[in-house]
């Protein structure tokens, strides 16, 4: 399947809208890798595996990959190992660690120090605040461990630069995803998390990336290998860039950003964003089927033979209703501006933080919670406490959610 077709199919565009902007940032980007040992956390997703590939055209030193799901990881070693120009990297090394472990300590410490940290794990679902056990393992993962491995770094006097990727969804967020990643920002820039170890450190927000692991585009490939009907929110627009865009983004962002910036793309909403229903139809005609709307998961299902008979395939529209969804897409938070920072096609936001204690009391909070089981708390606490550093933050809570639906 055409990788690059189906990414012009989200995105609308014929070529990497950052291009310019590695061009711009090249030297800099030699200077942060070439020769310099890197560490990349959750490198076998889709995000990570995409920045991987494209770090390694500037020949660390050393590349080291850490991700907990082992699939993943294979995936990425053969890909690597099967590129026509080759591997330029001698020092690589793909690791089945969980990044928050005693062993990703034990790592950390016998390594020689890393020059530039770059951190993609994450819970970065919607629908994992469904319950608060989902939620405290979706807190874990995107704040505590940040700052436990934070710490562990300074302890090496490492790295030189840190990068952690955040979302779109971390401005002004409606769900407890958006939120948790707004905390990272908070976590990551503020001293109150951990003693700083005096490196630069700098995020990412970005629009939704086409075709990746667990994406609603991605859903459709799925779907379609399951015989399975498509299904596509109804009236709904985003921002999309492809995966190789994606990669670019974290790599400038990585190595170029000025110090506790979030860097974000210079979207366009009249030109930029997509109606998904239009994704869809061109995905299942790009596919070699004529779309069939239905408009109930029971009509959708009860068609699939039907349809496929005669060249159709069934597309189930549903309404934007579930708890946390947003009905429009925006990358600066209240209180922030978009700065400029010499670059055609990104922007950056200069972090603004707390020097109050409430970062340090927070994460003290959730992990009474995570570490005594018998502590009494619910979700309408946990949001509370989220609120106390994340202010801005109105949950959308509609009583739905998407694992109700198909």
């Avoid at 990425?76 to 062993?103: C, H, M, N, T, Y």
């Avoid at 974000?264 to 030109?271: A, C, L």
């Amino acid at each position: 399947m055409n990788g690059d077709a189906l990414s012009r199919l989200a995105t609308g565009r014929k070529h990497d809208l950052f291009i310019e902007d590695v061009e711009c940032c090249r030297k800099q980007i030699a200077d942060a890798v070439n020769g310099k040992r890197v560490l990349i956390i959750g490198g076998a997703g889709s995000i990570g595996s995409s920045t991987v590939l494209q770090i390694a055209h500037f020949i660390p030193r050393s590349l080291h990959v850490v991700d907990q799901n082992e699939n993943n990881l294979a995936e990425l070693v053969r890909d690597i190992r099967s590129q026509k120009e080759g591997f330029p990297v001698s020092d690589f090394r793909a690791l089945p660690i969980d990044f928050g472990s005693p062993v990703m300590r034990r790592l950390v410490k016998e390594q020689p120090s890393y020059d530039f940290v770059l951190n993609f794990a994450a819970l970065k679902h919607v629908r994992s605040e469904k319950d608060t056990l989902s939620l405290l393992q979706m807190l874990d993962t995107n704040i505590i461990k940040q700052a436990r491995l934070l710490e562990w770094l300074a302890e090496k006097s490492s790295p030189l630069r840190y990068f952690c990727v955040s979302t779109d969804k971390a401005a002004n967020p409606v769900n407890m995803m958006g939120a948790s990643k707004r905390l990272m920002e908070h976590v990551i820039f503020s001293s109150e998390a951990y003693e700083g170890a005096g490196a630069v450190i700098t995020s990412a927000r970005f629009a939704n990336v086409a075709f990746s692991d667990g994406s609603l585009l991605y859903s459709w490939l799925r779907r379609m290998e399951k015989r399975q009907p498509v299904v596509v929110p109804r009236k709904t627009k985003r921002f999309f860039i492809s995966l190789r865009e994606a990669g670019q983004l974290c790599v400038i962002a990585g190595t170029c950003a000025p110090d506790r910036t979030i860097v974000i793309p210079r979207f366009h909403p009249e030109k930029d964003l997509r109606e998904l229903f239009d994704i869809a139809t061109a995905f299942l005609r790009f596919q070699g089927f004529d779309p069939h709307e239905c408009h109930s998961e029971e009509e959708a299902k009860a068609s699939i033979d039907a349809d496929l008979a005669c060249g159709r395939y069934p597309l189930l529209l549903t309404p934007l209703d579930t708890s946390g969804e947003k009905p429009y897409e925006e990358f600066i938070g209240k209180g922030e501006r978009g700065e400029e920072i010499g670059l055609p096609n990104l922007l950056a936001i200069y972090f603004r933080g707390f020097k109050d204690g409430r970062v340090k009391a927070f994460l003290s909070s959730i992990e009474q919670f995570l570490e005594h089981a018998n502590v009494e708390m619910s979700k309408d606490h946990i949001i509370q406490l989220i609120k106390s550093v994340v202010p801005e933050f109105q949950h959308n809570e509609t009583g739905k959610s998407l694992d109700n639906q198909m």
